[in-house]
């Protein structure tokens, strides 16, 4: 009997035992796919925050990636000098957490005291104000500033980096032997969580305010430390002190949940010379708007910054917008059917319907920012964006206006395919100031605009500005020449917000743009600012304007000369000089 019931007791025992390893398993892989989630969503969240903080959000996105991927590898090999897994590994994610969650404050502090600098050295010295400081001690902090989100994205990097390792030794200790493929299925369980990570990042949380993803993210980063602290609590050294920093990061994160989001907007708010009355979100872009009274008798100046950039001030617009509408209409033989390529602030849709077409159709990849100059925005009982809607006198409300939404390098290839031919076509999009907007500015694109514009019609694109990027608006020019339009013509205005900024016009057949203008007496339409001389007189340069014209490249998607010429006019600007593209 006894002979029979031992191997059967030894089959239980062991059965148990695989029971229990598969429960510990399960446990592990399920923490590291939960943390593996947190580490990308970090990753983005700093990279994003980054991006909107020093402007150029691609090149940020790109740097950061890349610097946290060579950190998490160096904290990988240094995971190595722990000797106790499991304490490591619990004060390893209290750490995170509690970085995790304040370091977008840290990093608008960092850039807020950066910016507010010269104005504080001003006020302590009762220095002239035109005597703002801006070299020695400036130039320092402005670049400790700016490389903060990289050191901060190092340390966070290099902390998440000695999670797979410790996971894997935990692994073992728990089975007391060599796990054969052990860092194998950790890795997995990584792989499956980053990819969940993405999915919530670009769902949920790219929309929300920096501050609250970074609490939510820390959260459930502290969360799953605590249920691995309470689950191998015997295992881990000085269990108190770890229990009382879990406590004290929970408290940390309520306390910036409550509120991180005004601290920094206070913070950012000082990134700004005018006042910021309303910060959002959108899952492609920050949006700012701030005022100014010039003059208690007249209306406040509104502005608007995406990602840190200026896109339009209330008082000047209508200069922009005369420029880019009256010169394109004017050299449409019949502005009837009109197609808009970004534009979602509806100013420029406002002048094109002074002309009463029969149809306007309006790309734009942000339904957000269509949103939000389209319907009232209601915000503690105060509608935000009253003035703007104001401002483009409700163009979107037009029943003769379509709007698109999706990536218009893309969409407009359903207008090819369903024949459509517009009039004229208005190219309203930002600078070519990274790659994701490079190929909108491609000989390809205006291939494509080339096929939708009738025989008589004309094409505008906003340029940039032929005094700080010259390449880059020469290399606009000569892409859309290359691109098959018979008459290409460039033309420039002062822009106050702006300064000095430039278009590029082109007609398909017969006549120039310029020789078409020429033949008014008079504007067809009048919007209050430009005349016919005036418009004349843009298409005039300085001498020798286009000297080197011969040696610009045509910016094409696989060479991407417009960003490279675009980085490089601008830092020549702020005094950083590059080889040419």
């Not at 990027?469 to 205005?493: M, R």
């Amino acid at each position: 009997m006894n002979l029979v019931e031992y191997p059967l007791n030894k089959l239980q025992i062991d059965n148990s035992k695989a029971a229990k390893l598969r429960r510990h398993d399960f446990l592990l892989f399920t923490i590291m796919g939960i943390l593996a989630g947190c580490g990308l969503i970090y990753e983005y969240l700093l990279s994003h925050y980054a991006g909107r903080v020093l402007g150029a959000v691609e090149q940020v996105i790109f740097a950061m990636i890349g610097i946290m991927i060579v950190s998490m590898g160096l904290g990988a090999f240094a995971a190595r000098m722990f000797k106790s897994y499991f304490t490591a590994f619990a004060w390893l994610e209290v750490t995170i957490a509690l970085i995790g969650a304040s370091s977008v404050l840290v990093l608008a502090g960092v850039t807020a005291l950066a910016n507010i600098l010269p104005q504080i050295l001003i006020d302590t010295f009762s220095m002239p104000p035109d005597l703002m400081p801006r070299g020695g001690l400036i130039i320092w902090a402005q670049k400790i500033a700016s490389t903060m989100p990289y050191v901060a994205g190092f340390i966070l990097g290099f902390l998440i980096g000695m999670e797979i390792p410790l996971i894997a030794n935990i692994r073992e200790t728990i089975y007391g032997e060599h796990i054969e493929h052990n860092t194998g299925s950790v890795y997995g369980a990584d792989y499956i969580g980053a990819g969940f990570g993405a999915a919530l990042w670009v769902l949920f949380m790219l929309s929300l305010p920096p501050t609250i993803a970074a609490v939510i993210t820390a959260s459930v980063n502290l969360f799953v430390g605590l249920i691995f602290f309470s689950v191998y609590r015997k295992r881990i050294n000085s269990v108190v002190f770890v229990a009382i920093a879990h406590i004290f990061v929970a408290g940390i994160l309520v306390l910036i949940l409550l509120n991180g989001t005004r601290w920094d907007n206070a913070m950012e708010d000082l990134l700004y010379k005018d006042k910021v009355v309303f910060s959002y979100n959108t899952q492609y872009q920050h949006i700012t708007i701030t005022e100014r009274i010039m003059d208690p008798a007249r209306p406040m100046i509104m502005s608007l910054f995406i990602n840190g950039r200026s896109q339009f001030a209330s008082n000047d617009e209508n200069i922009y917008h005369s420029m880019l509408v009256a010169p394109v209409m004017h050299a449409s033989a019949s502005p009837k059917n009109i197609l808009i390529i970004g534009g979602g602030d509806g100013l420029a849709l406002r002048d094109v319907l002074r002309w009463q077409p029969d149809s306007v159709d309006l790309v734009d990849i942000d339904e957000t920012i269509i949103d939000f100059f389209t319907n009232p925005f209601v915000e503690k009982g105060e509608v935000i964006n009253q003035a703007f809607l104001e401002l483009n006198q409700h163009s979107f409300s037009d029943e003769r206006v379509h709007t698109h939404f999706g990536d218009a390098f893309i969409k407009v290839d359903s207008f090819i395919q369903k024949e459509h031919l517009y009039d004229v076509i208005i190219v309203d999009l930002p600078d070519p100031s990274h790659p994701d907007l490079n190929k909108l500015y491609s000989a390809r694109f205006y291939a494509k605009l080339n096929t939708l514009l009738s025989g008589d019609g004309a094409m505008v694109v906003q340029s940039t500005s032929p005094y700080h990027a010259k390449n880059a608006f020469l290399s606009i020019g000569k892409t859309v020449q290359y691109s098959g339009f018979k008459h290409v013509e460039q033309y420039h205005q002062n822009v106050p917000s702006f300064g000095e900024w430039g278009w590029t016009i082109a007609t398909k057949n017969g006549a120039s743009a310029k020789a078409r203008l020429s033949q008014f007496d008079k504007l067809k339409v009048d919007d209050g600012w430009a005349t016919i001389n005036l418009l004349l007189a843009a298409f005039e340069f300085n001498a020798h304007f286009y000297d080197d014209l011969d040696s610009i490249k045509i910016n094409r998607i696989n060479n991407q000369a417009a960003y490279q010429y675009h980085q490089a006019d601008w830092e020549k600007q702020q005094g950083i000089f590059r080889a040419k593209p």
